[in-house]
């Protein structure tokens, strides 16, 4: 009994880091040529994966490319955050917001790739996904957004919004700094109608 969950232990560990090889190919292919250029075979060959290995995880690189945008995420925004204690929509909103730019900040040059590369496909996704899912779960879950405007709607006008502030950021480098965009965006939100204060 104890040989079989031992035994499940470790092929969980090799599972995980047989997914961790190939989202890691992934988004260094992605900063090199866009999505539509890459294939199945080349993922395989960055991760030393077999490819029947990465069939018995993916259906194809779109399928691991929605998996990567997840685990990216729930990196930058795990969900424990939703359960911290904030006053206010804005509050948790600017947070996440910080979160994301800190995150992308960090990793500043591999994004300008993957956006040179794959211009309005993979950064927009990366950025409304994980944007758009917490506003929607904040509404549905707690009584911070609370309006006249569905949350959908807010949601996406925020998530669309700063998806499109972050690539412009990203290609105009000289423009403003970490600090100050955030310094912005504080600015943008706390005047905002759409969040309750």
């Known amino acids: ?3 079989t969950i ?21 988004f260094e292919l992605l900063a090199e040529k866009s999505i539509d250029k890459i294939s199945v075979l080349d993922i395989c060959d960055r991760a030393a994966v077999h490819r029947t290995t990465f069939y018995k995880h993916y259906e194809d690189k779109y399928d691991l490319l929605t998996y990567s945008l997840n685990k990216w995420q729930e990196e930058i925004l795990p969900e424990s955050i939703l359960s911290m204690d904030f006053e206010s929509a804005k509050l948790f ?23 040179t590369n794959n211009q309005y496909t993979v950064m927009p996704r990366l950025i409304i ?34 998806s499109s502030l972050i690539i412009w950021w990203l290609s105009n480098k000289e423009t403003a ?17 759409l969040l309750p204060d």
């Open 177 to 193: 700094t970490k600090d100050q965009l955030i310094a912005y965006i504080r600015k943008i939100i706390m005047k905002s109608f």
């Open 1 to 3: 009994m104890q040989n």
């Open 93 to 115: 909103s600017l947070h996440i917001m910080t979160n994301i730019i800190e995150n992308i900040d960090s990793k500043k040059d591999l994004f300008l790739r993957i956006l």
């Open 129 to 162: 996904n994980a944007l758009g899912d917490r506003l929607r779960f904040l509404a549905d879950n707690t009584n911070l957004i609370q309006n006249e405007v569905p949350v959908e709607i807010t949601a996406m006008f925020f998530s669309g919004g700063f």
């Open 6 to 26: 031992k035994q499940e232990k470790k092929e969980d560990l090799r599972i995980k880091r047989t997914k961790n090889l190939l989202v890691k190919a992934l």
